[in-house]
């Protein structure tokens, strides 16, 4: 947790101190849930390795995807207010998560100014993330997908992992989903980055070969 989650910062009693309110979970398998929308919310969670998806389902029964969470990330932050969970949460692959009480989290938070500014600057991502998002599904599909590579490639930077090489643990097809997108024309826009040399793909893994290419791709201006 304190490797993956927490400010370096930290003093070793401050360290222990949060440990002490941390719980390991059970791995959760592939398809697993760890939450859905709507139920009370009485935990935050960090996610220790795997991969999850957060989802809403619309008034059709149609599945939106609104984010992936990587390693090091928190899930259910978003919750604090409502106090219940305003999305699904489910596992692209098996994945570890710790869970912390939010009352336990909220006071030693009040103690630890370092994990205060950790948690506000958690929400603020989240924040950000939405943002992203949002600037995902609007302009043209190679700008989209672009945002999203360099999205991946910066979230992989601030782990202290490589930003050039790395996995996708989501499906094309839920890469098209968030993005708002076909399919078929995600997949399409993959091998056209490969063959322009922007980025070499084998399987999951994306390394990106011509970071400005990409960069000029994500400041495309809509047509008039």
């Known amino acids: 947790m304190s490797r993956l989650c927490l400010p370096a910062s930290l003093s070793a009693d401050e360290v222990d101190k949060l440990e002490r309110i941390v719980r390991r979970n059970r791995p959760l ?26 989802f809403l ?20 932050l978003d919750a ?28 030693l938070s009040g103690q630890i100014p370092g994990l205060r500014y950790q948690l506000l600057h958690m929400l603020s991502m989240g924040i950000q993330g939405k943002d992203e998002h949002l600037r995902c599904c609007h302009g043209r599909a190679e ?13 992989y930077h601030e782990r202290g992992l490589r930003a050039d090489v790395f996995n996708l ?18 997949s399409r826009l993959f091998s056209r980055f490969t063959q322009a040399g922007f ?3 084998v399987g999951r893994e994306v390394r990106l070969v011509d970071l400005q290419s990409l960069l000029n791709l994500s400041r495309l201006e809509e047509p008039t």
């Open 143 to 155: 700008q989209r997908l672009s945002i999203f590579l360099l999205g991946m490639s910066a979230r």
């Open 80 to 107: 604090i207010g409502a106090r219940h969970y305003r999305s699904y949460a489910l596992a692209l692959e098996v994945s570890l998560v710790c869970s912390i009480r939010l009352d336990q989290l909220v006071d």
């Open 57 to 76: 389902i619309d008034t059709e029964g149609n599945e939106r995807i609104t984010g992936f969470v990587l390693p090091g990330e928190m899930l259910g």
């Open 169 to 186: 643990p989501m499906s094309r097809g839920d890469i098209a989903n968030y993005l708002d997108l076909t399919l078929e024309t995600v």
């Open 199 to 201: 980025v070499k793909c």
């Open 29 to 54: 398998k592939k398809g697993e849930y760890l939450f859905k929308a709507d139920e009370p919310m009485e935990h935050v969670f960090a996610l220790r390795s795997g991969a999850i998806k957060s």
